[in-house]
Each structure stands twice: as structure tokens, then as C-alpha cells.
T-cell receptor, first 116, second 113 residues
């Protein structure tokens, strides 16, 4: 079946502009995660959704970052007033969480954000 | 919060040799430890995982060991092949009910033919 998809694959923006990144999880997956991967770094947790609610937003770097999820499916990560340090690959992952929280997380291809 | 340290950051081996990557974690309540492989320009993919009630797990040429007392776990790849070249990330799920992954910094493995 279809895996996790993300759009756009690449986004170049100017400092100060707002951007929206989209994630389509695997159908039926109730858990959705956003991570950020800076150049040469590991993956950094940003936010976790279970259904449409976000019980863990602890990884969001600042109040310029927000995310929502609708219909228990698509999620959008919004970055307002982008800064150069926001440049990174933003990865989305989904998991079924039907039996335990240790189910595999399936990652999307990521959105490469470049802030000029 | 949970912190995961991974080393080495780069590893170069000759084809056919073994490769070992080590990780340590800080949250003693962590009990799930996956390993992800990320090829250049591609998404991370799970290659093996281990839960805290198991000390070792094997899948063909790949094995993972876990020492809960010492809070460290390792990935072992035997008979390495050029297609094993990639970045490998260890991770842990900290205490709590979110299932979020805390990742190590990654190891770039190069297998020379």
C-alpha cells in the first residue's frame, strides 16, 4: 500500500515568510510524529499527534512553530516568520499504535526547507 | 529527559568485515530501542529493534545487543557489503506514553569494496 507522503519535497523561502509543510500518513495510522533533521545531525522530535490531538508538543523550538491534524489523517506543520536556523529536513512518521506504543514508525521522504 | 549518545560518528570498513555501532541512553525507564538506516537522500527505515526484556536479537547479518544495567545497546553488522553503506541511527523511547523516538546523532558507515 501507499507509504507516508509529504509535500512539498523542497521549499525555498525568504527569511520572515511563513511556510506550511504537509504530511499524509499511512491510512489507519492513529499516531503521527514530526521530526527535524538538520545537516549532519540526528533526528529531533518536534510534536506527536494521537488522532487529532497533540498530547506532546515538547519538541517545538519556539512559538513560531505550530501543527495541526484533521480527520485523524493529514497533518500540517506551520512555521511563521522563518529564520535561517529553521533550514532543515522536516520528516513525518506514522504508526498504528494498535497494540503498543512500540509499533514501527514509518517515515515519509521529508521536506527540505531552505530559508534564505 | 532522555538523551541518546551514539558513536562512532563515522566508520569505514572493508567489504566482508564486521561493523559495530554503540549507543548509550540516560532514561532507565526506556524499554524499546530501534535502529534506522538512512541511505543518501532517502527516508529512514527500520532495520531491527529490541525490547528491554530481550538481551540480543538477530536478523540474518544484523544483530542488536542490549545491556540494561549499563544502559547501552549496540548494532552489529557481519559480512558487510557495499549496499550496507548508509547512515545508521539508534533511538530510544523514553518513559511516558507518546512513543516519540529520541535519536542518536548517527553513524556514517562506508563499506569499501
Amino acid at each position: 500500500g501507499a507509504g507516508v507522503s509529504q509535500s512539498p519535497s523542497n521549499k525555498v523561502t525568504e527569511k520572515g515568510k511563513d511556510v506550511e509543510l504537509r504530511c499524509d500518513p499511512i491510512s489507519g495510522h492513529t499516531a503521527l510524529y514530526w521530526y527535524r533533521q538538520s545537516l549532519g545531525q540526528g533526528l529531533e522530535f518536534l510534536i506527536y499527534f494521537q488522532g487529532n490531538s497533540a498530547p506532546d508538543k515538547s519538541g517545538l523550538p519556539s512559538d513560531r512553530f505550530s501543527a495541526e491534524r484533521t480527520g485523524g489523517s493529514v497533518s500540517t506543520l506551520t512555521i511563521q516568520r522563518t529564520q535561517q536556523e529553521d533550514s532543515a529536513v522536516y520528516l513525518c512518521a506514522s504508526s498504528s499504535r494498535t497494540e503498543s506504543l512500540y509499533n514501527e514508525q514509518f517515515f515519509g521522504p521529508g521536506t527540505r526547507l531552505t530559508v534564505l | 529527559g532522555e538523551n541518546v549518545e551514539q558513536h562512532p560518528s563515522t566508520l569505514s570498513v572493508q567489504e566482508g568485515d564486521s561493523a559495530v555501532i554503540k549507543c548509550t541512553y540516560s532514561d532507565s525507564a526506556s524499554n524499546y530501542f530501534p535502529w534506522y538506516k538512512q541511505e543518501l537522500g532517502k527516508r529512514p527505515q527500520l532495520i531491527i529493534d529490541i525490547r528491554s526484556n530481550v538481551g540480543e536479537k538477530k536478523d540474518q547479518r544484523i544483530a542488536v545487543t542490549l545491556n540494561k544495567t549499563a544502559k547501552h545497546f549496540s548494532l552489529h553488522i557481519t559480512e558487510t557489503q557495499p549496499e550496507d553503506s548508509a547512515v545508521y541511527f539508534c533511538a530510544a523511547i523514553p518513559s511516558g506514553n507518546t512513543g516519540k523516538l529520541i535519536f542518536g546523532q548517527g553513524t556514517t558507515l562506508q563499506v569499501k569494496p
